[in-house]
């Protein structure tokens, strides 16, 4: 089944973002598996995007992402449900004023609602504050959808990672820059 938005959808208030606890676990790795198997599906085997062991899989890694103190992993809720979800943290080895964002994923009958951009924006704040000056992460090589969303908000390729011929990622970065006073 393909997803297709509705082109003219009424304008929904703006999400509230909050900080995910343990309690948001289940709902956050529901949401990224829908998202996941949505734009994924027709580029990676549907096993990997509809067995139980695979959403086990990303329940234990978003489990690992709540447990981590140094790690932000952020809830996006309209109406009372979780809609959408973003997580980062300092890389291991990574220079102190540099941050990765691992995750970031709307809910797909949530796409082109504005969610996507307040996480993004909240992360960016968040990223000022505290004095990051770049941000990196990788997208998925074929997930057109997200390529745009990234540059739409400043993303670029990281030209010290130049992609392989068969690399099935992207890597990019944004500038951050400092705080406005």
């Given at each position: 089944?393909?997803?297709?938005?509705?082109?003219?959808?009424?304008?929904?208030?703006?999400?509230?973002?909050?900080?995910?606890t343990?309690?948001?676990?289940?709902?956050?790795?529901?949401?990224?598996?829908?998202?996941?198997?949505?734009?994924?599906?027709?580029?990676?085997?549907?096993?990997?995007?509809?067995?139980p062991?695979?959403?086990?899989?990303?329940?234990?890694?978003?489990?690992?992402?709540l447990?981590?103190?140094?790690?932000?992993?952020?809830?996006?809720?309209?109406?009372?449900?979780?809609?959408?979800?973003?997580?980062?943290?300092?890389?291991?080895?990574?220079?102190?004023?540099?941050?990765?964002?691992?995750?970031?994923?709307?809910?797909?009958?949530?796409w082109?609602?504005?969610?996507g951009?307040?996480?993004?924006?909240?992360?960016?704040?968040?990223?000022?504050?505290d004095?990051?000056?770049?941000?990196?992460?990788?997208?998925?090589?074929?997930?057109?959808?997200?390529?745009?969303?990234?540059?739409?908000?400043?993303?670029?390729?990281?030209?010290?990672?130049?992609?392989?011929?068969?690399?099935?990622?992207?890597?990019?970065?944004?500038?951050?820059?400092?705080?406005?006073?």
């Amino acid at each position: 089944m393909t997803h297709v938005p509705l082109p003219h959808a009424p304008e929904a208030p703006g999400p509230t973002i909050r900080h995910a606890t343990a309690a948001d676990l289940d709902v956050i790795t529901d949401l990224h598996t829908r998202a996941r198997a949505t734009y994924y599906r027709g580029r990676v085997p549907d096993a990997q995007l509809d067995s139980p062991a695979e959403r086990d899989r990303w329940r234990e890694g978003w489990g690992r992402s709540l447990a981590r103190p140094d790690a932000t992993v952020l809830c996006a809720e309209r109406d009372g449900a979780v809609v959408g979800v973003a997580s980062y943290r300092h890389e291991d080895g990574a220079p102190a004023d540099t941050v990765k964002l691992f995750q970031l994923h709307v809910d797909p009958d949530n796409w082109r609602g504005g969610i996507g951009t307040a996480l993004h924006r909240t992360c960016v704040a968040g990223w000022r504050s505290d004095g990051i000056a770049t941000a990196h992460l990788e997208v998925y090589w074929h997930n057109q959808r997200a390529r745009a969303f990234y540059t739409r908000h400043g993303w670029q390729p990281d030209e010290t990672r130049r992609p392989t011929p068969d690399a099935t990622h992207l890597d990019l970065i944004l500038p951050v820059g400092p705080a406005s006073s």
